[in-house]
């Protein structure tokens, strides 16, 4: 099994818009960590991107951005983002493209997203995301675009204790086409959506919940 791993500790990484993108875990497992310094990609960065592909982002301090984010890009591939005492600023990001994604924000981790974004994005893809901190705060900031939970996969967004999901336009789609599952728990944590609102149950024959715990 090919494997192969990229640490940035301090300095910068620039890829060019026009390049053809940064891949962790193309056919095989790779991991990038970002503990200091930044890490800059013009074009859209795949985690996870062929059958038999795994990547493993972790952004433990500094900050990492992209035109875009796609977890679990095509079937078989798998992607996974932790972000803690970190910042990720991109475009949009797919949690399980085709594939299976998941996300983790905790402690002093924030991720903003500024264009459209789904959790379980296609049919056959798998999603989930976790918000929330032991000891300080994890906050995703949309600023544009809408957030979709189960687009047309099974999409999984849960927002724990110190946990914050914001979002300031195009609302929030639970179980947005037939065949998706969508579900949405607030324990403990803040959901604020200014502009869209919220759907549960876009499409006849989806299955979506939104369930609020320890508020």
Same mark, same amino acid.
């Given at each position: 099994l090919f494997r192969s791993q990229m640490t940035v500790a301090g300095g910068n990484v620039s890829l060019a818009a026009n390049a053809a993108g940064m891949v962790v875990g193309?056919?095989?497992?790779?991991? %990038? #960590?970002?503990s200091s310094g930044s890490v800059?990609? @013009? =074009?859209? %960065? #795949?985690?996870?991107?062929?059958?038999?592909?795994? @990547? =493993?982002?972790a952004v433990n301090g500094g900050a990492l951005s992209s035109s875009g984010l796609n977890l679990g890009q095509n079937s078989g591939s798998s992607g996974t983002l932790t972000v803690s005492g970190g910042t990720v600023t991109t475009g949009g990001v797919n949690v399980g493209n085709f594939g299976t994604g998941s996300v983790n924000v905790s402690d002093n981790g924030v991720i903003n997203l500024s264009s459209f974004s789904a959790i379980g994005n296609n049919t056959g893809s798998s999603g989930t995301v976790v918000i929330g901190g032991s000891a300080a705060s994890a906050v995703i900031n949309s600023t544009a675009?809408?957030?979709?939970?189960?687009?047309g996969?099974?999409?999984?967004l849960t927002i724990n204790k110190l946990g914050t999901l914001a979002l300031t336009t195009n609302g929030i789609g639970i179980g947005e086409l037939t065949g998706?599952?969508?579900?949405?728990?607030?324990?403990?944590?803040?959901l604020t959506e200014t502009v869209g609102g919220i759907t549960v149950g876009v499409a006849?024959?989806?299955?979506?919940?939104?369930l609020v715990e320890n508020g």
């Open positions: 193309a056919s095989g497992a790779g991991t %990038l #960590t970002v800059s990609d @013009g =074009s859209s %960065l #795949t985690i996870g991107q062929n059958s038999g592909g795994h @990547g =493993s982002v675009g809408g957030l979709n939970v189960g687009n996969g099974t999409g999984v998706a599952n969508g579900v949405i728990t607030v324990n403990g944590g803040l006849a024959g989806a299955q979506a919940s939104l």
